[in-house]
């Protein structure tokens, strides 16, 4: 749907490993992906999007990054979207990491721990 609305072109990578999430991660996982492309499509002037999804380590990884216009984010206003991005990634116990440089497109890096006992590392 996202590449019917524009000229945008996509680079999906999902991992096959995601089965048993919590809910509250899966529905985490999707608005905050939502918000990222919404992001992208209003503000960043990009032609390609690449997302890839992955479980390591007892934690998800989720990489959103564009070819877009980028920005300043020590001197942009944080909107009501990235606002949003975070709060939802403090709730689920996660990290934004967000990298963007005017004319050099903008990357999120995003991990959530999954929550599952089987999962986390051995200390």
């Excluded at 002037?45 to 920005?71: M, P, W, Y």
């Excluded at 689920?92 to 890096?109: F, N, P, R, W």
Aim: aromatic share 4%; net charge negative.
């Amino acid at each position: 749907t996202w590449q019917q609305t524009g000229n945008l072109s996509f680079k999906v990578d999902i991992c096959d490993d995601l089965k048993g999430l919590d809910d509250m991660i899966q529905i985490g996982l999707y608005r905050l992906l939502q918000e990222a492309l919404t992001n992208i499509a209003r503000h960043a002037k990009a032609t390609h999007v690449q997302v890839s999804l992955a479980q390591k380590n007892g934690e998800i990884r989720l990489h959103i990054a564009d070819d877009g216009c980028g920005f300043d984010p020590l001197l942009a206003d944080e909107g009501l979207g990235l606002i949003g991005m975070h709060e939802r990634i403090e709730l689920l116990g996660g990290e934004l990491q967000l990298s963007s440089k005017a004319d050099s497109g903008t990357s999120l890096d995003i991990r959530l721990p999954t929550n599952k006992d089987d999962d986390k590392e051995k200390t």
